[in-house]
């Protein structure tokens, strides 16, 4: 099983360039299951659609699961 992760870096700089590139990257090396950090919650322009949505549908995954509530409490991390 390949698994790769990707920081998108939540950034609207470049945005329609950068996400051709994520797409390419992600058929490139054909992983199993991916893992995406700081993703852009919607598409601009569309409505309701993840980024992580359109990269799936962009490449041919068949499932997507987003996952926004995640919390990091930096008193135990750093305990």
């Not at 870096?9 to 991916?34: F, Y």
Request: with cysteine.
């Amino acid at each position: 099983m390949r698994i790769a992760t990707f920081n998108l870096w939540n950034n609207p700089t470049l945005w329609s360039e950068r996400i051709e590139s994520i797409c390419a990257t992600v058929k490139m090396i054909d992983a199993d299951v991916l893992a995406f950090q700081e993703v852009k919650t919607y598409v601009e322009g569309e409505q309701r659609i993840s980024v992580a949505e359109q990269i799936a549908n962009e490449t041919g995954y068949p499932f997507c699961v987003v996952w926004e509530d995640v919390r990091f409490n930096h008193r135990r991390a750093a305990e």
